[in-house]
């Protein structure tokens, strides 16, 4: 989850009010934020993805300002009809179709919004952005722009002076030298055809989705900026320029429209929306009978607008509020409002009786007549490494079923049995006491489509004196004393025992597992100096279907 | 009375106050206790400090070559004496008795003249008329009587006939020997003779050290997750819920996009899910549960719906997937449902993170179910499993709307920790799956609830296996 830094000299300031640090701290779980860390100026929290608009302390101060009763309702984009333009090239269409912009003028810059605007631009990229696939965004010094702007496609061998660099680069060289080039050179792989945006003098300002020109860097001089969002998407394009456009007006700048043309693009609105809520919506799904105007009281607190029509609510709801979709939204935004620590919890009535899984209380009862014959219990992990369930157990692994891109080598794929698990918990434990007895009971995964999972029991003895002819009277006691199940072991090979020394185990004449003393190599592998003996037999399909 | 003693230790105080210094040997001999008898009381008897152990050096006298030779023909001056007796006139010459005696000649020579038992003349040797038996000789029979024939150095009385035997070569051979003996303390002595002068002799017999300490037996048992699993369990039940198991491995269809989770969600990146190499569902679901869902995503997130990608098989990333397929499958008017099973996440293993853990979910199906009910059962079910204090805080769930938190107060750690999440599901979730019927749902991590229950910092310890740690967890807590 992206992070905010917020430091509460400076958040006092924007809040426009005197409120204590203790107060900005309580306040701010209650707007869905996560503190993460706390010190004595400034306070990191965590906010949602879908509320890019908390991406500033300059949007979070306006959430607060309506929770704490501070300033209420919407806040309204203003944005002044400008005269700069920017054209759509068709060559663009099957690049990155889509442009829009908006200019903010007469703004103060120091380096903590600079710092808050990038922090902001890094999360929509993304979120909203989905790693600058969708949408990607460029704020430029505006007053280093003639306009009008060409957005177009450009070949690789295009050149001009990044930003960090001080030469003039080649297209491909900026995606192979430059850092977000590398990062992000994959999302315009198989088109040698790549974005741009050209001045009216030729100097190219951006080459989204990756990086700005030099020429346009926004420093603490600049007073007035262009944002540019470029996207996959329009929709998506307009709802990130929205928000960038709140975060600046919230930050002091005045707004002004650019005018946008070409290849299917146009002039984005950003106007605000209105949306029908059924105050019985809001009761029923809260639990809380209150009026329309009490609502509204909230809603106004969640930094929205509504009005009473008839028997319903018209809410409006401003542009970079993208995560609001329907009236179930508005419900959370009066429950906000409202504040969440003023709901009562109340039991709802039931009739129905709870009851366990037939499974489970079979398993239970398999957990406990092992216990009666003095193993302990363990639990290992599903995901496993081969390491451990192939290679040190001599094991088959032509089934093996693996996961994409592990973090850990311990843990990739699904294990298909539980005696390598288990033989790995002897050798985590050589130091103790013998004899160790133990037993599993956990789900084993086969390869077929769909994948087959079953429910094993697997045991293991280790201790001087252990012997086939021990772990097979408690198998059989198991199956005897749990389920009245009869066992019968008939010879056979298997790489984990020794020859001679195991079996198979049926019931009914059915296969059902296996039995023996583990190898010699084996114990090897595992570093321990115990024999050991054991079994594992599948539960599914034995004692429930 | 001040001190239990056990009849071991009480003979074996009572031996000692006779007689200090004794070897566990000669305590066995005086107690009549077999030897491993004595050294468990000795054991005892140490670690209550009424005893101390100290080691002495003891010497032991045993028949050499010519002792042993000596002790069954007799000392050579006994057998000259003897040869004497049977000739006619008690005399013979030098000669003779030197043929008789070979080696032992000049020695028996010596001693019969030293004893004053024979004279000699002119080359004759003359029985004289008194010769009783020697302290050296006495000396012998009784080491001779002995089995084994060793003597204490102690024992010997006559140390004239001990050092003329020394003398005398390879008759005798002393040994030494470290020995351990028992000696009592200050507090044993006191303790011996109050124990002595008891005259509760019946009772005392009887009566065993109840203060002792006792080894421990570490009883086969269940693993402690596995306890707070069933504790879960048994909550819900108790609250009127039944349990849903489903599979691990689950298409992106249930797992996501059921949950109005869009295929280009940063959640279902592979940094994020497991995904199963080269596995696709074959069937995911209903054509209609398909159209609709499609649908609802395209209609929102504006994006071409791929049924591919549907169709990619996922180690689970929560129990959502097995509750939404099953009231999808129902639909019911009312239900109260739970799972509890394991879940799978992409991340780096640290003391917070596992890549695989225990998830717990619930889900109460009504019509008249409201957020205050959702944040009402956490409430009871909180106070069932033992925590006292907990809050909800507003956050965000994909699947939910309204959604929440719950934050309970850790008393250990003196502050407010996440626990479950929960939330209303979103009509894109229910409207094209046919649930008519509003549904509550939470759930969290079960592992949490018992780092809470253990006290521990890193969630790793539970799925260690190390017996010191599996043994060290009290059962009921």
């Given at each position: 989850?992206?992070?905010?830094t917020?430091?509460?000299?400076?958040?006092?300031k924007?809040?426009?009010?005197?409120?204590?640090?203790?107060?900005?701290?309580s306040?701010?779980?209650?707007?869905?934020?996560?503190?993460?860390?706390?010190?004595?100026?400034?306070?990191?929290?965590?906010?949602?993805?879908?509320r890019?608009?908390?991406?500033?302390?300059?949007?979070?101060?306006n959430?607060?300002?309506?929770?704490?009763?501070?300033?209420?309702?919407?806040?309204?984009?203003?944005?002044?009809?400008?005269?700069?333009?920017?054209?759509?090239?068709?060559?663009?269409?099957?690049?990155?179709?889509?442009?829009?912009a908006?200019?903010?003028?007469?703004?103060?810059l120091d380096?903590e919004?600079?710092?808050q605007?990038?922090?902001?631009?890094?999360?929509?990229h993304?979120?909203?952005?989905?790693?600058?696939?969708?949408?990607?965004?460029?704020?430029?010094?505006?007053d280093?722009?003639q306009?009008p702007l060409?957005?177009?496609?450009?070949?690789r061998?295009?050149?001009?002076?990044?930003?960090g660099?001080?030469?003039?680069?080649?297209?491909s060289?900026?995606?192979?030298?430059?850092?977000t080039?590398?990062?992000?050179?994959n999302?315009?792989?198989?088109?040698?055809?790549?974005?741009?945006?050209?001045?009216s003098?030729?100097?190219?300002?951006?080459?989204?989705?990756?990086?700005?020109s030099?020429?346009t860097?926004?420093?603490?001089?600049?007073?007035?900026?262009?944002?540019?969002?470029?996207?996959?998407?329009?929709?998506?394009?307009?709802?990130?320029?929205?928000?960038?456009?709140?975060?600046?007006?919230?930050?002091?700048?005045?707004?002004?429209?650019?005018?946008?043309?070409?290849?299917?693009?146009?002039?984005?609105s950003?106007?605000?929306?209105?949306m029908?809520?059924?105050p019985t919506l809001?009761?029923e799904t809260?639990?809380?009978?209150?009026?329309?105007?009490?609502?509204?009281?909230?809603?106004?607190?969640?930094?929205?607008?509504?009005?009473?029509?008839?028997?319903?609510?018209?809410?409006?709801i401003?542009?970079?509020?993208?995560?609001?979709f329907?009236p179930?939204?508005?419900?959370?935004?009066?429950?906000?409002?409202?504040?969440?620590?003023?709901?009562?919890?109340?039991?709802p009535?039931?009739?129905?009786?709870?009851?366990?899984?037939?499974?489970?209380?079979?398993?239970?009862?398999a957990?406990?007549?092992m216990?009666?014959l003095?193993y302990?219990?363990?639990?290992?992990f599903?995901?496993v490494?081969?390491?451990?369930?192939?290679?040190?157990?001599s094991?088959?692994?032509?089934?093996?079923?693996?996961?994409?891109?592990?973090?850990?080598?311990?843990?990739?794929?699904?294990r298909d049995?539980?005696?390598?698990?288990?033989i790995?918990?002897?050798?985590?434990?050589?130091?103790?006491?013998y004899?160790?007895k133990?037993?599993?009971?956990?789900?084993i995964?086969?390869?077929?489509?769909p994948?087959?999972?079953?429910?094993?029991?697997?045991?293991?003895?280790?201790?001087?004196d252990?012997?086939?002819?021990e772990?097979?009277s408690?198998?059989?006691?198991?199956l005897?004393?749990?389920?009245?199940?009869?066992?019968?072991?008939?010879?056979?090979?298997?790489?984990?025992?020794?020859?001679?020394?195991?079996?198979?185990?049926?019931?009914?004449?059915?296969?059902?597992?296996?039995?023996?003393?583990?190898?010699?190599?084996?114990?090897?592998?595992?570093?321990?100096?115990?024999?050991?003996a054991?079994?594992?037999i599948?539960?599914?399909?034995l004692?429930?279907? | 009375?001040?001190?239990?003693?056990?009849?071991?230790?009480?003979?074996?105080?009572?031996?000692?106050l006779?007689?200090?210094?004794?070897?566990?040997?000669?305590?066995?001999?005086?107690t009549?206790?077999?030897?491993?008898?004595?050294r468990?009381?000795i054991?005892?008897l140490?670690?209550?400090?009424?005893?101390?152990?100290?080691?002495?050096?003891?010497?032991?006298?045993?028949?050499?070559?010519?002792?042993?030779?000596?002790?069954?023909?007799?000392?050579?001056?006994r057998?000259?004496?003897n040869h004497?007796?049977?000739?006619f006139?008690y005399?013979?010459?030098?000669?003779?008795?030197k043929?008789?005696?070979?080696?032992?000649?000049?020695?028996?020579?010596?001693?019969?003249?030293?004893n004053?038992w024979?004279?000699?003349?002119?080359?004759?040797?003359?029985l004289?008329?008194?010769?009783?038996?020697?302290?050296?000789?006495?000396?012998?029979?009784t080491?001779?009587?002995?089995s084994?024939?060793?003597?204490?150095l102690?024992?010997?009385?006559?140390?004239?006939?001990?050092?003329?035997?020394?003398?005398?070569?390879?008759?005798?051979?002393?040994?030494?020997?470290?020995y351990?003996?028992?000696?009592?303390?200050?507090?044993?002595?006191?303790?011996?003779?109050?124990?002595?002068?008891?005259?509760?002799?019946?009772?005392?017999t009887?009566?065993?050290?109840?203060?002792?300490?006792?080894?421990?037996?570490?009883?086969?048992?269940?693993?402690p997750?596995?306890?707070?699993?069933?504790?879960?369990?048994?909550?819900?039940?108790?609250?009127?819920?039944?349990e849903?198991?489903?599979?691990?491995?689950?298409?992106?269809?249930w797992?996501?996009?059921?949950l109005?989770?869009?295929q280009?969600?940063?959640?279902?990146?592979?940094?994020?899910?497991?995904?199963?190499?080269?596995?696709s569902?074959?069937?995911?679901?209903?054509?209609?549960?398909?159209?609709?869902?499609?649908a609802?995503?395209e209609?929102v997130?504006?994006?071409?719906?791929?049924?591919?990608?549907?169709k990619?098989?996922?180690l689970?990333?929560?129990?959502?997937?097995?509750?939404?397929k099953?009231l999808?499958?129902?639909?019911?008017d009312e239900?109260?449902?739970f799972?509890?099973?394991?879940?799978?996440?992409?991340?780096?293993v640290?003391?917070?993170?596992?890549?695989?853990?225990?998830?717990?979910?619930?889900?109460?199906?009504?019509?008249?179910?409201?957020l205050?009910?959702?944040?009402?059962?956490?409430?009871e079910?909180?106070?069932?499993?033992?925590?006292?204090?907990?809050?909800?805080?507003?956050t965000?769930?994909?699947?939910?709307?309204?959604?929440?938190?719950?934050?309970?107060?850790?008393?250990?750690?003196?502050?407010?920790?996440?626990?479950f999440?929960m939330?209303?599901f979103?009509?894109?979730v229910?409207?094209?799956?046919?649930?008519?019927?509003?549904?509550?749902?939470?759930?969290?991590g079960?592992?949490?609830?018992?780092?809470?229950r253990f006290g521990?910092?890193?969630?790793?310890?539970?799925?260690?296996?190390?017996?010191?740690?599996?043994?060290s967890?009290?059962?009921?807590?």
């Amino acid at each position: 989850m992206p992070v905010v830094t917020l430091y509460f000299n400076r958040l006092q300031k924007i809040l426009e009010r005197k409120v204590s640090i203790e107060k900005i701290v309580s306040a701010l779980p209650l707007l869905g934020l996560d503190i993460e860390e706390e010190t004595k100026d400034h306070v990191n929290v965590e906010y949602s993805p879908n509320r890019p608009d908390f991406s500033t302390d300059y949007g979070i101060a306006n959430g607060l300002q309506g929770l704490l009763g501070i300033k209420l309702g919407m806040i309204k984009l203003k944005i002044k009809k400008g005269k700069d333009a920017i054209k759509a090239d068709s060559s663009i269409t099957k690049v990155r179709p889509y442009i829009t912009a908006i200019e903010a003028r007469n703004g103060i810059l120091d380096d903590e919004t600079i710092r808050q605007f990038i922090a902001m631009q890094e999360d929509l990229h993304n979120g909203i952005g989905r790693r600058r696939k969708k949408v990607s965004i460029g704020i430029h010094d505006l007053d280093k722009i003639q306009f009008p702007l060409m957005y177009n496609a450009v070949s690789r061998t295009h050149r001009f002076v990044p930003i960090g660099s001080e030469d003039e680069m080649t297209i491909s060289e900026v995606l192979q030298k430059t850092e977000t080039g590398t990062m992000y050179m994959n999302l315009l792989e198989g088109s040698e055809m790549v974005p741009a945006i050209i001045d009216s003098v030729g100097n190219t300002i951006s080459f989204p989705p990756i990086i700005n020109s030099k020429l346009t860097e926004v420093t603490t001089k600049s007073q007035n900026l262009l944002v540019e969002v470029t996207a996959t998407d329009k929709n998506a394009a307009e709802d990130t320029l929205a928000v960038v456009a709140y975060i600046l007006q919230s930050a002091g700048f005045q707004l002004y429209s650019v005018r946008i043309s070409g290849a299917n693009n146009s002039t984005p609105s950003l106007d605000a929306r209105n949306m029908l809520l059924d105050p019985t919506l809001v009761t029923e799904t809260l639990g809380l009978d209150v009026s329309p105007s009490v609502i509204i009281k909230s809603i106004r607190k969640s930094r929205l607008d509504g009005k009473i029509k008839g028997q319903r609510i018209i809410c409006t709801i401003p542009r970079y509020r993208a995560d609001i979709f329907g009236p179930i939204d508005l419900v959370e935004e009066v429950a906000l409002g409202h504040c969440v620590q003023n709901l009562d919890p109340t039991i709802p009535e039931s009739s129905s009786a709870g009851q366990k899984n037939r499974i489970t209380v079979l398993l239970d009862a398999a957990r406990s007549t092992m216990i009666g014959l003095g193993y302990s219990e363990v639990m290992n992990f599903g995901l496993v490494g081969k390491h451990t369930q192939y290679d040190l157990t001599s094991r088959d692994a032509s089934r093996m079923i693996s996961v994409a891109d592990s973090k850990s080598q311990e843990h990739h794929i699904l294990r298909d049995a539980l005696l390598p698990g288990l033989i790995d918990v002897l050798s985590k434990n050589i130091h103790e006491p013998y004899p160790q007895k133990i037993f599993e009971i956990g789900t084993i995964f086969d390869k077929d489509n769909p994948i087959k999972e079953a429910i094993h029991l697997g045991c293991v003895s280790a201790h001087g004196d252990v012997s086939y002819s021990e772990i097979k009277s408690i198998l059989h006691s198991f199956l005897k004393t749990g389920f009245n199940l009869p066992c019968k072991t008939t010879a056979d090979v298997n790489p984990v025992f020794v020859e001679g020394r195991t079996a198979n185990v049926l019931v009914n004449e059915e296969e059902i597992g296996l039995i023996g003393e583990v190898a010699p190599a084996i114990i090897d592998n595992f570093r321990l100096r115990i024999p050991v003996a054991g079994f594992e037999i599948k539960l599914s399909g034995l004692i429930f279907d | 009375m001040s001190q239990v003693l056990h009849p071991i230790e009480q003979k074996i105080l009572r031996a000692l106050l006779e007689k200090q210094n004794l070897t566990p040997e000669e305590l066995s001999q005086k107690t009549e206790l077999s030897i491993d008898q004595v050294r468990r009381g000795i054991e005892w008897l140490r670690f209550k400090d009424l005893i101390k152990i100290s080691e002495s050096e003891k010497h032991f006298v045993s028949l050499g070559t010519r002792g042993i030779e000596a002790s069954e023909k007799g000392l050579p001056e006994r057998q000259l004496v003897n040869h004497l007796k049977s000739l006619f006139g008690y005399s013979c010459e030098m000669d003779e008795a030197k043929n008789q005696l070979k080696n032992e000649f000049s020695a028996a020579i010596a001693n019969a003249k030293k004893n004053g038992w024979i004279e000699i003349h002119e080359n004759r040797i003359l029985l004289k008329g008194y010769h009783d038996v020697t302290s050296d000789e006495r000396l012998i029979k009784t080491i001779a009587s002995r089995s084994p024939a060793v003597i204490s150095l102690d024992e010997i009385e006559d140390k004239n006939a001990l050092d003329s035997l020394k003398k005398r070569p390879d008759f005798l051979t002393v040994n030494s020997t470290k020995y351990v003996t028992v000696v009592l303390t200050e507090k044993g002595v006191e303790t011996a003779s109050q124990s002595s002068s008891q005259t509760t002799d019946a009772y005392l017999t009887r009566a065993i050290d109840v203060e002792a300490p006792t080894p421990t037996i570490f009883a086969a048992r269940t693993h402690p997750l596995q306890d707070i699993i069933d504790e879960v369990r048994e909550i819900f039940v108790s609250l009127g819920f039944t349990e849903l198991i489903g599979n691990s491995t689950q298409s992106s269809f249930w797992n996501f996009d059921a949950l109005f989770i869009p295929q280009d969600h940063p959640a279902r990146e592979m940094q994020d899910t497991f995904y199963l190499k080269n596995m696709s569902a074959k069937k995911v679901a209903t054509p209609n549960q398909i159209k609709r869902i499609s649908a609802a995503h395209e209609k929102v997130w504006h994006y071409d719906w791929q049924l591919n990608e549907a169709k990619r098989m996922v180690l689970r990333t929560h129990t959502t997937c097995v509750t939404v397929k099953a009231l999808a499958d129902n639909k019911y008017d009312e239900a109260r449902l739970f799972s509890i099973g394991r879940v799978f996440r992409n991340e780096k293993v640290s003391y917070k993170h596992l890549v695989e853990f225990n998830q717990v979910e619930g889900v109460v199906v009504g019509k008249k179910v409201t957020l205050r009910d959702l944040m009402g059962l956490q409430m009871e079910f909180y106070r069932k499993i033992g925590i006292k204090k907990a809050k909800f805080w507003p956050t965000f769930f994909p699947y939910t709307e309204p959604s929440l938190q719950s934050m309970i107060y850790n008393e250990r750690l003196g502050k407010w920790v996440e626990l479950f999440g929960m939330g209303i599901f979103r009509p894109e979730v229910t409207k094209p799956l046919r649930i008519k019927t509003p549904v509550l749902a939470w759930g969290g991590g079960i592992e949490r609830i018992a780092m809470l229950r253990f006290g521990l910092d890193d969630v790793r310890e539970l799925y260690n296996n190390k017996f010191s740690w599996l043994r060290s967890v009290p059962k009921c807590q």
